[in-house]
């Protein structure tokens, strides 16, 4: 597939290793992404490019915490996020993408304060940069509302849903199978919150749109089906 890229583009190599890289990563191949990756990172330093350099350490830091390697992708982010802020790039979505993996981190160590002050800032640049309507603002608002909810904070985690839940009709459209996410991530929480009627009105909504994108036995609606059917135990008389 390198073939592709005239042999005197090195810099067009380089890119195509990275994306190679990431399709390897997307389908599993961790030790091929690694690879690739690592490649493109060479040629990025070597030519002096620390942004395209702090892209890839990041790609790498997302394999080694699929791979199991905590300590080693803690490393890469704190050095990504230290070269931002002695570069002054700090509120760039590369920085956004470095705070969102510090959050996965600190959820995974069990430092909920941690994953939610790293998950509010990067949800506020992609916000900011990209608007809240893009799948980064949208991933990063819904690890925020579930580090609210893992830290016991239910009623700051349900503001987090709402507005996330209203972007998404607005964007998206009620139907849409990740409005249908985030209604299941909000009903569940009103039950939790003892809220059985508004949690059953929205396990119904997501239940409609699962069912209609992905058929009646795919795991995804017999987990809601699950919930809603919990929930109307709960509350009944």
Known sequence: ALALVPADDAGGRADLALLLGELDYQQGELARARQRIGEARAHYQASQSPAEVDGADLDLAEIAIADGESAGAAALVADVLARLAARTETGTVLHGRALELSARLARVAGDGAAAVRDNRRALEIFSLRLGDGHLRA???????????????????????FERLLATLDRDYGEDHVVT??????????????????GALALYRRALASVVASKGQDHP???????????TAYLAAP
């Open 138 to 160: 949208i991933s990063a608002a819904n690890a925020l509302g579930l580090a609210l909810r893992e830290a016991g904070r239910d009623d700051e985690a349900a503001e987090v």
């Open 180 to 197: 249908a996410a985030a209604a299941h991530n909000l009903a569940a929480l009103r039950a939790r919150q003892g809220d059985h009627p």
């Open 220 to 230: 995804d609606s017999l987990r809601v089906r699950g919930g809603l059917a919990w």
